[in-house]
């Protein structure tokens, strides 16, 4: 029982096996990925990934990457201690976590649900690589993660591994299904690039729905009533805020490019990445998250 020597994020007994994610090899995701042929060019323009920049340069090709993940079948994912032993199931009971939150935050909104691909995926946003991370379709209102990231993440980007690191990500992503759902997603593409942008203000309103959630994660239960989680310790919120930083435009710019750029920022640095999570998780309260019409969005402070 003893955290530092195995983190328990999820209780072992939790039953996570209606998790909505599913392993979409080559497009076989839940419910049919009917795609059109021709949308390669409309794939970075339509989706919303986890951070900007160039994602081919930042991850550096990453198909020659050996793949570590365990590729186990969703269906084996019954379990907490699933979750805590194997990052696809951690994603899986990830999303039953997020989904009991955000159905009873927004109860008219449908629930998402996430891909778990491998190399590459077709989308109704077009085809897409892994190298691009792990990003939300609006069109088909999915969220698409190949969880090789994650080595990369830790590897390339600086995240320190925990198993939160990886969680914050899908609660990103998860965030921008919500704002599809309140029409914030809207103002990324019509104000696609710069500091005070309407993409920075998009990605920094998902980072604290991403807190919101984990600030009320420890409550979230399974369909049969009973916890998710441990209660959250500093080490998991540490990890979190190592993945927000991980992922700020300063911080990618800096070792993609060797400066920063504001001008091109279309995520927010690393500190603003952090500090709307930590928003959103002491208040846990998305509400609290109104990043669109905040002066700055250095204002997280409130
Ligand atoms: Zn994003």
Do not use: K
């Amino acid at each position: 029982m003893d955290r530092e020597a195995a983190p328990m994020t999820f209780r072992e007994n939790a039953n996570i096996g209606s998790g909505r994610a599913s392993r979409g090899g080559g497009g076989g995701g839940r419910g049919g990925l009917a795609v059109g042929g021709g949308l390669g060019a409309l794939v970075l323009a339509l989706v919303v990934m986890l951070f900007g920049g160039d994602p081919g340069q930042v991850l550096g090709g990453g198909q020659e990457q050996a793949p570590q993940a365990e590729n186990v079948d969703l269906a084996d994912c019954q379990t907490g201690a699933d979750a805590n032993r194997s990052v696809d199931c951690r994603m899986q009971a990830t999303m039953v976590s997020l989904e009991d939150y955000w159905t009873a935050v927004l109860p008219d909104a449908e629930p998402t649900s996430a891909i778990l691909f491998s190399g590459s995926v077709q989308t109704q946003c077009g085809n897409a690589t892994s190298d691009v991370g792990p990003f939300y379709c609006p069109l088909d209102r999915r969220i698409y993660l190949d969880t090789t990231f994650f080595n990369q993440l830790q590897g390339q980007l600086g995240a320190d591994g925990g198993n939160f690191s990886q969680m914050y990500v899908l609660a990103h992503e998860y965030g921008h299904h919500i704002q599809n759902y309140t029409g914030a997603l809207q103002y990324s593409q019509q104000d696609p690039r710069g500091p005070e942008s309407g993409a920075v203000r998009v990605e920094l309103q998902a980072d604290c729905f991403a807190g919101a959630w984990a600030g009320n994660a420890s409550r979230t239960q399974d369909e049969q009533g009973q916890l998710l989680l441990e209660e959250l310790s500093r080490e998991d919120i540490e990890s979190a805020l190592s993945a927000a930083s991980a992922v700020g435009d300063d911080s990618i710019q800096e070792q993609m490019q060797g400066q920063v750029t504001p001008h091109t920022w279309s995520h927010g640095s690393s500190e603003q990445r952090m500090g709307w999570f930590m928003r959103g998780y002491e208040s846990a309260d998305p509400n609290q998250c109104d990043t669109l019409n905040v002066a700055s969005v250095d204002d997280y402070q409130g």
